[in-house]
């Protein structure tokens, strides 16, 4: 079993920023594919980005340029800092494991940018 906590989600300002962060229990994070999604209000739930445990990374058209996924292994904990921020970009951001072909999901984070 893997628990996600995520946290980090707050109300910005256009072109703000954000760091969104999610840690994961047990001892086998290092193992772990990492992402974010996100789900915007009426809309289906989205990739934003993946790292793999190999430190691989992969990023939706829409944040490429502006969102950086990383992970820092020791903490086994994974990041989204989320920069030049637009009001589209407002959504509940959950946090993503997958490993043994099973996905793993936090509670989520609101992130609210306003114009």
């Known amino acids: 079993q893997v628990q996600l906590v995520e946290s980090g989600g707050g109300l910005v300002q256009a072109v703000g920023s954000l760091r969104l962060s999610c840690a994961t229990s047990g001892n086998i994070f290092s193992t772990l594919r990492m992402a974010w999604y996100r789900q915007a209000p009426g809309k289906q739930r989205e990739p934003v980005a993946s790292i793999t445990n190999g430190g691989s990374t992969a990023y939706s058209d829409s944040v490429k340029g502006r969102f950086t996924i990383s992970r820092d292994n020791a903490k086994n904990t994974v990041y989204l800092q989320m920069n030049s921020l637009k009001p589209e970009d407002t959504a509940v951001y959950y946090c993503?494991?997958?490993?043994?072909?099973?996905?793993?999901w936090g509670e989520g984070t609101l992130v609210t940018v306003s114009s």
């Open positions: 993503n494991a997958f490993i043994l072909a099973i996905n793993y």
